[in-house]
T-cell receptor, first 113, second 116 residues
Framework: AQSVTQPDIHITVSEGASLELRCNYS??????LFWYVQSPGQGLQLLLK????DTLVQGIKGFEAEFKRSQSSFNLRKPSVHWSDAAEYFC???????????WGAGTKLIIKP | GAVVSQHPSRVICKSGTSVKIECRSL??????MFWYRQFPKQSLMLMAT?????????EQGVEKDKFLINHASLTLSTLTVTSAHPEDSSFYIC????????????FGPGTRLLVL
């Protein structure tokens, strides 16, 4: 069955440090890939997505993600985190054209001052 | 950008009562909307797909008689939790596809339901 794995339940980084959140998926074909952020009291916001083409995609708020087909991964990165980046991050994939998303369990990002 | 709203943002009700949650696409039409449930510290669980002009499609294990979905127009879908019980307390989120050909969805801010 298709699945999305975010192996880190929570990650703590210092403000200004670099960040990488891991996401792996299980599927035979290349899906559409997404990263969403959920801040306390706010709705899910799309950070970036991979549809096709360049495997390094840029998103909002300084985030980027790289699709690696050989590793079935779509890891999210940011060179320098800010305290406002503290939130829950979800990786999701869509396998076909019906817009149904398969979600990872989420990674909670904690920022140390 | 496209906006999806939900109302109410928070509701507290007594056990046995019914609660209606509205999901609206504010500046675009949505023939399809999705309803999710999110438990504390867990990911989103797709409950059902709401289809304008036809019956909703429920995911396995979701009681359609308990979670009534009505897609009344191209901009409104409602989820009614009937005869609510404390175990129905959760965070309910709706989404609507952007129809951008890239499977993007826009999410509502969610509704926190607490059943006493």
């Amino acid at each position: 069955a298709q699945s999305v794995t975010q192996p880190d339940i929570h990650i703590t980084v210092s403000e200004g440090a670099s960040l990488e959140l891991r996401c792996n998926y299980s599927y035979g074909a290349t899906p559409y890939l997404f990263w969403y952020v959920q801040s306390p009291g706010q709705g899910l916001q799309l950070l970036l997505k991979y549809f096709s083409g360049d495997t390094l995609v840029q998103g909002i708020k300084g985030f980027e993600a790289e699709f690696k087909r050989s590793q079935s991964s779509f890891n999210l990165r940011k060179p320098s985190v800010h305290w406002s980046d503290a939130a829950e991050y979800f990786c999701a994939v869509s396998m076909d054209s019906n817009y149904q998303l398969i979600w990872g369990a989420g990674t909670k990002l904690i920022i140390k001052p | 950008g496209a906006v999806v709203s939900q109302h109410p943002s928070r509701v507290i009700c007594k056990s046995g009562t019914s609660v209606k949650i509205e999901c609206r696409s504010l500046d675009f039409q949505a023939t399809t909307m999705f309803w999710y449930r999110q438990f504390p510290k867990q990911s989103l669980m797709l409950m059902a797909t709401s289809n304008e002009g036809s019956k909703a499609t429920y995911e396995q294990g979701v009681e359609k008689d308990k979670f009534l979905i009505n897609h009344a127009s191209l901009t409104l879908s409602t989820l009614t939790v009937t005869s609510a019980h404390p175990e129905d307390s959760s965070f309910y989120i709706c989404s609507a596809p952007a129809l951008d050909g890239q499977e993007t969805q826009y999410f509502g801010p969610g509704t926190r339901l607490l059943v006493l």
